[in-house]
């Protein structure tokens, strides 16, 4: 089982930023897709950014486009959220979580229910 440890969560004004973290236990076939979702409270989770360790290709949700970017750094085995522009809507708990790759984009459309490996989360807070 793929282990995935996020960090970098704290709390943050209108217009700030943040870089998220995530370590992940293992490079392998269960963990070539790496996303980050979100759940704020009475929310259910939604997808933000998904990465392919090994091309790159990066996928986002219209809500974050153009203010994060997610990246990675397969020698430390880490995967990174930076936020930008951060609003009060971006304020949830984020998670990382991974998958294996099945040729298609990692996308990150849904809840998430394809990813079987997930972090603990970390608190994201933005307000004035």
């Known amino acids: 089982q793929v282990q995935l440890a996020e960090s970098g969560g704290g709390s943050v004004q209108p217009g700030g930023s943040l870089r998220l973290s995530c370590v992940v236990s293992?490079?392998?076939?269960?963990?070539?897709?790496v996303a980050w979702f979100r759940q704020a409270p009475g929310k259910g989770r939604e997808g933000v950014a998904g990465i392919n360790r090994i091309f790159g290709n990066t996928a986002y949700a219209d809500s974050v486009k153009g203010r994060f970017t997610i990246s990675r750094d397969n020698g430390k085995n880490t995967v990174f959220l930076q936020m930008n522009n951060m609003i009060p809507g971006d304020s949830a708990t984020y998670y990382c979580a991974a998958r294996k790759f099945d040729g298609g984009p990692c996308s990150v459309d849904g809840p998430g229910n394809e990813y079987p490996s997930w972090g603990q989360g970390t608190q994201v807070t933005v307000s004035s």
């Open positions: 293992e490079y392998s076939a269960n963990s070539r897709c």
